[in-house]
């Protein structure tokens, strides 16, 4: 059975520092994988997905991320955060030919001035 | 133009009470969902219509029924709410196609409180 693991529950990281948001995940099939981004009171909003091809996909905001297959993971990284990157970031997969997206239990990301 | 609209944005009822949950979505998707998330943020699916057809029926206590009148739209009804009801519900849309590998939208969430 699929399942999404964010081991970071709080992140704190000061403005303008790198930040590493970890995301590991298990399935014994074809994967596809996608990270959300929550602002305070807000629904969910799309950050990045890898579906195929280049392992290392870019999204919004300038957050990138990496798909490793052998790891299991698919980290998300910002080389320099802002106040306003300040939320909930879920990571999320999906199997091939399953309806479901199967939700981590987030990481909230704060970001100190 | 929102994409996937719910309403309404903040529900307070009292227990026993039934309410009812509207989504709609303007991008053309096929397939709607409801998913709760709870006051420790956990997200899980409860529903899943593709083409008006229920696809997904997780674990929900039968109070919970969706409805789909058409594509568009997906609506959520609970019977004699309790307090556990108490959350946040999100409803999503995708087109469930070999391109778009079931990207799902969200809607801004519906804070549902029972007291």
């Known amino acids: 059975a699929q399942s999404v693991t964010q081991l970071d529950s709080q992140v704190p990281v000061f403005e303008e520092a790198p930040v590493e948001l970890r995301c590991n995940y298990s399935?014994?099939?074809?994967?596809?994988l996608f990270w959300y981004v929550q602002y305070p009171n807000q629904g969910l909003q799309l950050l990045l997905k890898?579906?195929?091809?280049?392992?290392l996909v870019k999204g919004i905001n300038g957050f990138e991320a990496e798909f490793n297959k052998s790891q299991t993971s698919f980290h998300l990284r910002k080389p320099s955060v802002h106040i306003s990157d300040t939320a909930e970031y879920f990571c999320?997969?999906?199997?091939?030919?399953?309806?479901?997206?199967?939700f981590g239990s987030g990481t909230r990301l704060l970001v100190r001035p | 133009d929102t994409a996937v609209s719910q309403t309404p944005k903040y529900l307070v009822t009292q227990m026993g009470n039934d309410k009812s949950i509207k989504c709609e979505q303007n991008?053309?998707?096929?397939?709607m969902y409801w998913y709760k998330q709870d006051s420790k943020k956990f997200l899980k699916i409860m529903f899943s219509?593709?083409?008006?057809?229920?696809?997904i029926n997780e674990t929900v206590p039968n109070r919970f029924s969706p409805k789909s009148p058409d594509k568009a739209h997906l609506n959520l009804h609970i019977n004699s709410l309790e307090l556990g009801d108490s959350a946040v519900y999100f409803c999503?849309?995708?087109?469930?196609?070999?391109?778009?590998?079931?990207?799902?939208?969200f809607g801004a969430g519906t804070r549902l409180s029972v007291l």
């Open positions: 991008l053309g998707h096929d397939t």
């Open positions: 890898y579906l195929s091809g280049s392992t």
């Open positions: 399935s014994s099939v074809s994967v596809y």
């Open positions: 999320a997969v999906s199997e091939d030919s399953s309806y479901k997206l199967i």
């Open positions: 999503a849309s995708s087109l469930l196609d070999r391109k778009n590998k079931n990207i799902q939208y």
């Open positions: 219509y593709n083409n008006k057809e229920l696809i």
